[in-house]
């Protein structure tokens, strides 16, 4: 079974908008953590944000905010006043304990493109 | 300035041949993480270490090896036995602060087998 699923593999979106890019995921652990990476064509990789398990509020970082329902086990990522800048892959990531380690693991990811 | 070097960005060898990916960081961070992206695709965890000499095979592990003598060296063999070696690889690492530490990453490394 997937533990991160990112079903939209394309979004478009017209500057100034909002958009949302959908995760879920799969664990039995219930301390983990969920992080949101924003891959450019350049290849590097941005860390964006993060939500625990246990945080009660939705994690922001700027324009950046973390849609979690834990009980759905969502993760969603809304970008608010999209730019052009923000065209790129976005990656939905878990971090979980298995087996005493620490192990991250990446969905397929989104490729967003914000039209002008 | 602290971060994580992959070297080279571009790598081209011939099939047969196995090739070591480098890796350094200068963060002092403990763990270490090798993936695997394909075109279009997303990441996919090749090897991963929390200390030295000790390291644990991803989901993708077969046809690669790893070593982790020092803690700011991870680097990557891609082995013959790899059938399909052409891809973009990325190193990463972390602080080990239970859940919540993000990874950083390298640039990157492109691999192209012929």
């Known amino acids: 079974a997937q533990k991160i699923t990112q079903t939209q593999p394309g979004m478009f979106v017209q500057e100034k908008e909002a958009v949302t890019l959908d995760c879920t995921y799969d664990t039995s652990d219930q301390s983990y953590g969920l992080f949101w990476y924003k891959q450019p064509s350049s290849g590097e990789m941005i860390f964006l944000i993060y939500q625990g398990s246990y945080d009660e509020q939705n994690a922001t970082e700027g324009r950046y905010s973390l849609n979690f329902q834990k009980a759905r086990k969502s993760a969603n990522l809304v970008i608010s006043a999209s730019q052009l800048g923000d065209s790129a892959m976005y990656f939905c990531a878990m971090r979980e304990f298995s087996g005493g380690y620490q192990k991250v693991t990446f969905g397929t990811g989104t490729k967003l493109q914000v039209i002008p | 300035d602290g971060g994580i070097t992959q070297s080279p960005k571009y790598l081209f060898r011939k099939e047969g041949q196995n090739v070591t990916l480098s890796c350094e960081q200068n963060?002092?961070?403990?763990?270490m993480y090798w993936y695997r992206q394909d075109p279009g695709q997303g990441l996919r965890l090749i090897y991963y270490s929390q200390i030295v000499n000790d390291f644990q095979k991803g989901d993708i592990a077969e046809g690669y090896s790893v070593s982790r003598e020092k803690k700011e060296s991870f680097p990557l063999t891609v082995t013959s036995a790899q059938k399909n070696p052409t891809a973009f690889y990325l190193c990463?690492?972390?602080?080990?602060?239970?859940?919540?530490?993000?990874?950083?990453f390298g640039p990157g490394t492109r691999l192209t087998v012929t």
């Open positions: 990463a690492s972390s602080r080990l602060q239970g859940v919540a530490s993000e990874q950083y």
């Open positions: 963060l002092n961070h403990d763990a």
